[in-house]
């Protein structure tokens, strides 16, 4: 059985024998019996198996190193050391072996060294709680806007045409690079397999406005893509975001959704994850889990970009990049913000011209309806907007900020056919968890993360 | 409010006074009074707004045109006509004009000709279902897996390691076509963001191996993509897989997961999107109800590759292919037999030369631990197979048939460290959709389809 159940009915379980298949963490063997610590990854908690020279393969059962798969058949009972119950073994087989030479073994690994065994380190405490809990947050997030009748949609990977720009994306080609068809002395691209240039996309969201404006409230929760050269803790060119786009729902109310949706998620963790953020709290940030406590009962602090920099100017702080009305904010700034008001903080109205030119202006002409979401020790945690509705305003922005409007006629009609005020955010995956577990590397809270010249395994 | 809610409610909110927003999909207005088909997206009922002239904007609102976004302040009442309840307006507001050209206007509209009108075919009835039933299949999946303690892993897009073979993949690139950096007559790969040439994934197979030895069970749930030149109803470029892998488990129980999923999600879906299955039973697929409710009650059919190829020679049909004991069923062989069983049919223990290089070879040394789940009228819906779990088996195995070592060097491993028998499977989530929903092209279940030539959007 897994894990799981069994700690789950442990006390049902006293006395009874049952069957665990799973993997050797840890092993200490004395003369006549032994400890192992014995792990299946489908729950953070180890079981302490017990076993003695009663079994007929005692001395085999010795020699078995860490990392090995075994069988263990044995009773539940209570321990007499400091676990509740351990299992006495009744049989232990192995079913795979480990030599000595693995490189998982139970003692303190840097997590620089984990980096280089991305395909083992999931074996270890800290990765089985991040994934774990990762895991469980996209489960959440499921579980918030499916009950919320949101529809969740596949918007494509493959893309013409794209929000963010293509000088940040990723080409995509099924032609041979040392053997290019040319016409006319350039790249013949009408012979790929899409007769046009195609990229990996930076976002869903043109498209998530199409389906919400047949479905009212919609999400997507998909893999984007930047080819960014950067090489920082918060960056990698791989990355799943969650962006919601909701139909008939203004700024305001596009706070309220978010914050309502952060706080699920927040206490589906502290309530699946109990023992994956203790051992955060213990192991990666002390005091993650009073953190995470407090952002439940909070209420979010909102405030213009205008007042922002407002503090900022008045703030006691000698400043690398100096606050402007203009301008966007500094991670510094970021920082000071959310220790200034110890808590999340929804920062809006920006000033237009360093926002996306898909975003409502205000009646100001200067700002337009953006917010960002800033949190405590993980920064922009989401960023949204209400989305221009009107198809004059829209076609003069776009054009104004030099977007090709030829590829985005489509996005630009969904004004004419019934169109809307609406809104939609998004919110990087690996950000969240960032800020769930504690971890301050964007390199270990993905799988196989991929940055600037690291694309191992 | 959601008229989902509404529906849901709709009895307790007999009398009272509600608004809804969302748009006009049919009008029909007399000269006194007017109907006005209402629906919001959130469900696939509609309601009727029922009008007259003691509105002060009664004509505006007998102007509105289908499509047109409306906010509807009104009183649920009982219908006098065939419908339980419909809504007396108090008042309608127009939130977004929809002008006369149209296009989805209320007829029957070709299924090519909403291909071709991608961002706007969701506003109609039959999208409206499949996108829906889509989107709780997702979710039923999910909720699934991870009630059985699996562990949802984001394996990597973009990959230089993939099991289908880099022939079949994409590539990635931020080079210039036009001005690619060369090196002793060729393109210099060193200079690509990740210093090599990248691929975007076939499937996380491999990845999500790694990580079954770690959490022991563990699925993926995300794009994946082929290069396949190829223009049929059931092939596209990009689509959704779900791969779920299991540690210590072999082929039958295996079997056994891929059934009880299957039944869920058809379960799942037959309670949450009755009203969209009625309408594909009506519309798309007569008798789709009762093939889904037969699914949930019946015994899958297990069969060996052998014994189909049996049935298959017995058939007193002239085959197009002929079954032969060392060759892949075709697509009129995998018609036949689910016909012959009339249900979902496991094929088994399948030739090993036409199998992948990391499926575990039976004793009889002619066939390996694979095995297909064939659905009646959407043929494949699953392919998974029991790994080689032996180190030296598998490196026989991968060299025999041209695997790069060195490039998979990690994967191989996998089997030195804690090694287990284990199984996985992949499921074509489009082919779920289709065999759910009775829609017989691809391009018809994906949102914004990408097929060879066919990237709009």
Excluded at 310 to 326: G, H, N, R, S
Excluded at 354 to 371: F, L, P, Q, R
Excluded at 438 to 451: H, K, L
Aim: aromatic residues 12%.
């Amino acid at each position: 059985m897994d894990l799981k159940d069994l700690f789950r009915s442990i006390k049902d379980l006293e006395n009874k024998e049952v069957t665990v298949r799973g993997w050797i963490r840890n092993h200490r063997d004395q003369k006549t019996f032994g400890f192992i610590d014995f792990s299946d990854g489908t729950c953070g908690e180890h079981l302490q198996v017990v076993y003695d020279d009663t079994l007929k393969n005692f001395s085999e059962i010795q020699k078995m190193l860490v990392g090995c798969a075994i069988e263990v058949n044995g009773v539940i009972v209570k321990s007499s050391g400091n676990q509740d119950y351990e299992m006495k073994a009744v049989e232990i087989k192995v079913l795979g072996n480990c030599p000595e030479d693995y490189p998982i073994q139970p003692k303190r690994h840097t997590r620089e060294f984990l980096r280089e065994q991305a395909y083992l380190r999931p074996r270890t405490n800290l990765f089985q709680a991040v994934f774990r809990i990762r895991s469980v947050a996209a489960s959440a997030i499921h579980e918030y806007f499916q009950s919320h009748n949101y529809v969740y949609v596949h918007t494509p990977l493959i893309t013409t045409t794209d929000c963010e720009g293509s000088d940040q994306m990723f080409k995509l080609t099924t032609l041979d690079f040392n053997n290019l068809p040319m016409i006319d002395g350039k790249v013949d691209m009408t012979k790929d397999l899409f007769s046009k240039t195609s990229y990996i996309t930076g976002s869903g969201q043109l498209h998530g406005e199409a389906f919400a404006m047949a479905f009212k409230k919609i999400y997507t929760f998909g893999p984007t893509f930047r080819t960014e050269n950067s090489n920082t803790k918060t960056h990698a060119n791989e990355f799943w975001m969650i962006e919601p786009e909701i139909a008939f729902c203004d700024l305001e109310e596009l706070m309220n959704i978010e914050e309502e949706m952060l706080k699920y998620v927040v206490k589906t963790i502290l309530d699946r994850c109990s023992g994956e953020i203790d051992f955060c709290d213990q192991f990666v940030e002390k005091g993650l889990k009073d953190k995470l406590t407090k952002l439940i009962n909070s209420e979010f602090v909102r405030i213009t970009h205008r007042d922002v920099v407002d503090i900022l100017k008045k703030a006691d702080v000698k400043w690398e990049f100096e606050p402007d009305y203009l301008e966007d904010i500094a991670k510094e700034h970021e920082r000071y913000i959310t220790e200034y008001f110890n808590g999340p903080v929804f920062i809006t109205n920006w000033p237009k011209d360093i926002k996306a030119w898909y975003m409502k202006e205000n009646s100001d002409g200067k700002t337009v309806a953006a917010v960002d979401l800033e949190v405590p020790g993980a920064g922009e945690l989401m960023g949204g907007s209400q989305r221009e509705e009107d198809y004059d305003t829209i076609i003069k922005r776009a054009t104004s900020m030099g977007v090709d409007l030829a590829v985005v006629d489509w996005y630009l009609n969904l004004r004419k056919y019934g169109g809307c005020v609406h809104s939609g955010f998004g919110m990087g995956f690996e950000r969240l968890i960032m800020y769930l577990t504690g971890v301050d590397n964007i390199r270990d809270v993905i799988p196989f993360p991929r940055t600037p010249g690291n694309c191992e395994y």
